[in-house]
Structure formats: structure tokens, C-alpha cells
């Protein structure tokens, strides 16, 4: 069984502030893990995986995720917030299943 | 390369009418799935095919139909439309069924049940 967790469906910064969006999973094997985003009207698109190589994963537009096998973690990171990274992002875990399974997201809002 | 996509955009429908929304691709992938998208649940599943002629349910099967007669093309069917369909629906497909594949989305097809 597979499960995500995202902490907080809302997430407001400033332009130019750090933004973190949170994700736990709960696998039964080691987990694939990805942040897909998803902007106003249309489909997702993926930001960035981790599939077991390096933990420290880096994606588009300046993001980056830490895979901490130890806390069972996968949050998303970007040091400065652009208006255009307001959207919603979505983490999701892949693992036995030929599915992924995906967290409710989290809205992310950047205030100018 | 189009991608994934969808048709239609958007579509009311009355309860108890049927319709099917379709999806395509021109990536020769393998693995293609349906998501519905409701506020604060994220996406679930539907149903996925591994490839032509093989379909299996996933999370949230119940009132749809699927079927695989090619690579391309993945038709999703509500047999009886109800309230409870009202959602956003996106196709999705990737180059193999390995849960580590990257996932192609298409743009969305919003349905309203009345």
C-alpha cells in the first residue's frame, strides 16, 4: 500500500521568499516519488522525480526536492519565489502498483 | 508531437444521460490511465491500460468503462451519468507501465452533471 501526505493545501510567500510545499508517503517498497505542478485551466506537468539515484533531485524553473528515507520525506523547495510559480503542485509516489498515487496538493500563492 | 489529447474541453450532461470523453496520444506509450480531479482529494485513479486490449480498475472504477482497441486511443464511457460525476477528468500516458515513468497529461476535459 501507498499513501501521500501534503501538509498544508494553501501556501502563500512573498516574491523572492524561500517556498517549502511538504510531502510524506507511506510505501511498502522503496518509493519512486514526484512534484508535478499543475497552473490555472490546465493538465500536470512534471517538475521533478526521484527513482533511487541522487536524493537531492533538481527539476525545472529552479526547484529542487530532498528524498529523507528516514523521515519519510519528499518536500519541495525553490530559494526565491517568482509570480509565475503560482499554482498548484501536487506530490505523488509510485511504488509495487503500476499507478501512482497522489497527494490533495497544495496551492501555492506569491504575493508581489 | 500533439501529445495527449482530449476532447471535449467541456460537457453538461443530465443525469442518467451517457456520453464518453476521448483521449489520445501520438507518443506510441504503452501505459495510458483516466484521473478524476475533485477539490481537496488530488487525483484518483480510474481505470489504466498496460497496452492494447489489457484494461484494469483503478481507485474509482464504479459507473465508468474503458477499452483499448489501440495503442493510441483511450476512450473513457459513463454509462449513466450522475451528480456524483461532476469532476475534471484528465488522461494521462507514459512510455511504459513502470511506476517510475514520467506521466504525460492531457489538457482536462470539465464535465458539469445536472
Known amino acids: 500500500a501507498q499513501s501521500v501526505t501534503q501538509l498544508g493545501s494553501h501556501v502563500s510567500v512573498s516574491e523572492g521568499a524561500l517556498v517549502l510545499l511538504r510531502c510524506n508517503y507511506s510505501s511498502s517498497v522503496p518509493p519512486y516519488l514526484f512534484w508535478y505542478v499543475q497552473y490555472p485551466n490546465q493538465g500536470l506537468q512534471l517538475l521533478l522525480k526521484?527513482?533511487?539515484?541522487?536524493?537531492l533531485v533538481k527539476g525545472i524553473n529552479g526547484f529542487e526536492a530532498e528524498f529523507k528515507k528516514s523521515e519519510t520525506s519528499f518536500h519541495l523547495t525553490k530559494p526565491s519565489a517568482h509570480m509565475s510559480d503560482a499554482a498548484e503542485y501536487f506530490c505523488a509516489v509510485g511504488g509495487s502498483a503500476r499507478q501512482l498515487t497522489f497527494g490533495s496538493g497544495t496551492q501555492l500563492t506569491v504575493l508581489p | 508531437n500533439a501529445g495527449v489529447t482530449q476532447t471535449p474541453k467541456f460537457q453538461v450532461l443530465k443525469t442518467g444521460q451517457s456520453m464518453t470523453l476521448q483521449c489520445a496520444q501520438d507518443?506510441?506509450?504503452?501505459?495510458m490511465s483516466w484521473y478524476r480531479q475533485d477539490p481537496g482529494m488530488g487525483l484518483r485513479l480510474i481505470h489504466y491500460s498496460v497496452g492494447a486490449g489489457i484494461t484494469d480498475q483503478g481507485e474509482v472504477p464504479n459507473g465508468y468503462n474503458v477499452s483499448r482497441s489501440t495503442t493510441e486511443d483511450f476512450p473513457l464511457r459513463l454509462l449513466s451519468a450522475a451528480p456524483s460525476q461532476t469532476s475534471v477528468y484528465f488522461c494521462a500516458s507514459s512510455y511504459s507501465k513502470l511506476s517510475q515513468e514520467t506521466q504525460y497529461f492531457g489538457p482536462g476535459t470539465r464535465l458539469l452533471v445536472l
Open positions: 507518443m506510441n506509450h504503452e501505459y
Open positions: 526521484y527513482t533511487s539515484a541522487a536524493t
